[in-house]
Every structure is written in structure tokens, then in C-alpha cells.
């Protein structure tokens, strides 16, 4: 059974994720519409962030069958310069535009999405997730490969944060507890990592810690992540995204 996840910034108190799902019933057909499971990954993305969705995207879509479509849009940038692209990454199938969104994936494929008589008749210069993405989904799950739409390209679109440099940590999202996920590798429990001034411990578990204490551990994504038991991380340490931590296995500060 097909399935298409989207993931967008548009909310639910207006129309607009029901006209996606619209347009997808509509130009995919009954006869393959009939066995298409959409799935809301999530549509309260903070407005036109696009490393929040970058980090939303990587860390879910990996759970689902191969050949799965995933349809992106954050897009602030709509109208504008940035391509419309179809990615391939890990057996997965992503549409959205190329602006970072996609910044997460490992060994992403793409192609553009240039053929115009494939999406609306005519598309809005601000809602390219329905007049664009939402029917190159459809035609993905009616038959089309990503090829067909347009030539192989490269993904232009960056995370602000760039590549993570040898021995250095970055937060790069702040869930909705509190936590600071990084893209430091895992350290093994009694390990430490130094945020800001405070040098902090990494264990297996929270409750390893008493209440109100600062704790490192592996987290889901497979990353280190730093919380604060019973407590929000974020505003205690006055941390955010792109702000680095560092690994320090033997106490004696940060590798520079």
C-alpha cells in the first residue's frame, strides 16, 4: 500500500493541508487513490523554519516502508529562485523544495521537477505545495519515477550550520521538552561533554540523576542530546540551535 507522509509549516486552522490532500486524491485517481495511506507527519513546524523540518524529516521518515513519499513543505522562499526537486535517500522518496529542508539525509539523489505539463494547469506563484508538490506526489504513486520529471541535479539547499567539524558538537534542535539534540556521536555512559561552562556527565538513563540536574545521554536519533531532569534545558543554559558543545573524555576542556 502507497504511502505519502507530509510535513509542513501550514498548520490546521486554515484550508490549505486540506487542499493538498485534494489535489493528491484527485490527480492520483480513484484506482490508485483507493490504496494511498497519507500520514500527517506534522504541520506545526514554526513558521518557514527550515532546520526544524530538516530535523523532523530525518529522524521520522527513515521508520517507514521503502519506496515511501514524503512531501516538504517549509518554504520560505516560495515563488522565488530556489528549485523544486525530488530526492531518493536510504529507499526513500522525497518532494519538496531545495532549500535545506533535505539537509539531514544521507547520500540524497535528486532531480528537478521541471516538467511543467505534469503539475497544475496553472500554479500560484504561493502555494506550490498544492499547485507542485502535491501533484508530483500523485503521479509518484501512479506510476511515475522521479526521472520524468526532470534532469539529475545536486542539492543546492544548506543548513545554516554547515558541516560538523572534527571534535565538535552542535545543537541542532530543541524538542518540544526542552532538550538539546546535538550532532556529536554517541559518547559511552560516564563520559562527559562540555556545554557552555558546565561539564556534564552522560549517562544511560534520567533517572540516573537526581531532579533539577543537568544529564547527557544517547538519545533517539542516535546523537548525544543534553537535558535537565524534571526541567527544560533550553532556557536554563540560555542554549539554542547552532550553539556547539564539545566531547571531553579526560577533563581537561574542549578539543580545539
Not at 523544486?84 to 518532494?95: F, H, N, P, T
Not at 539537509?103 to 500554479?123: C, E, R
Not at 545536486?154 to 554547515?162: A, E, H, I, M, Q
Not at 540516573?208 to 543537568?214: A, D, H, S
Amino acid at each position: 500500500m502507497p504511502i505519502i507522509t507530509l510535513t509542513t509549516d501550514f498548520g490546521t486552522r486554515d484550508g490549505y493541508v486540506g487542499a493538498v490532500k485534494g489535489v493528491i486524491a484527485r490527480v492520483a485517481g480513484p484506482q490508485h487513490w483507493a490504496y494511498t495511506t497519507i500520514v500527517d507527519v506534522a504541520h506545526d513546524i514554526p513558521r518557514g523554519d527550515i532546520a526544524h523540518a530538516a530535523w523532523v524529516v530525518a529522524t521520522s521518515t527513515p521508520e517507514y516502508p521503502a519506496g515511501s513519499i514524503h512531501m516538504v513543505v517549509v518554504d520560505p522562499g516560495v515563488g522565488g529562485s530556489r528549485p523544486a526537486v525530488i530526492v531518493e535517500s536510504a529507499g526513500q522518496i522525497y518532494v519538496g523544495p531545495d532549500n535545506g529542508v533535505f539537509g539531514y539525509l544521507d547520500s540524497p539523489s535528486a532531480h528537478l521537477i521541471a516538467k511543467t505539463a505534469l503539475l497544475a494547469p496553472k500554479v500560484s506563484s504561493t502555494f506550490h505545495g498544492r499547485d507542485i508538490f502535491a501533484y508530483v506526489a500523485a503521479r509518484l504513486v501512479s506510476g511515475y519515477s522521479p526521472p520524468d520529471f526532470g534532469k539529475a541535479t545536486r542539492l543546492v539547499g544548506r543548513l545554516p550550520w554547515g558541516t560538523r567539524p572534527p571534535g565538535v558538537g552542535r545543537i541542532v534542535h530543541v524538542d518540544v521538552f526542552g532538550n538539546l539534540i546535538t550532532d556529536l556521536p554517541p559518547i559511552e555512559a560516564g563520559g562527559h561533554v562540555l556545554v557552555g561552562t558546565r561539564r556534564v556527565s552522560v549517562v544511560r538513563t534520567y533517572d540516573e540523576v537526581m531532579p533539577g540536574e543537568l544529564l547527557a545521554y544517547v538519545g533517539s536519533a542516535g546523537t548525544i542530546e543534553i537535558a535537565i531532569r524534571d526541567g527544560r534545558a533550553d532556557t536554563t543554559l540560555g542554549l539554542t540551535r547552532g550553539d556547539k558543545i564539545f566531547p571531553d573524555s579526560n577533563g581537561t576542556g574542549p578539543y580545539r
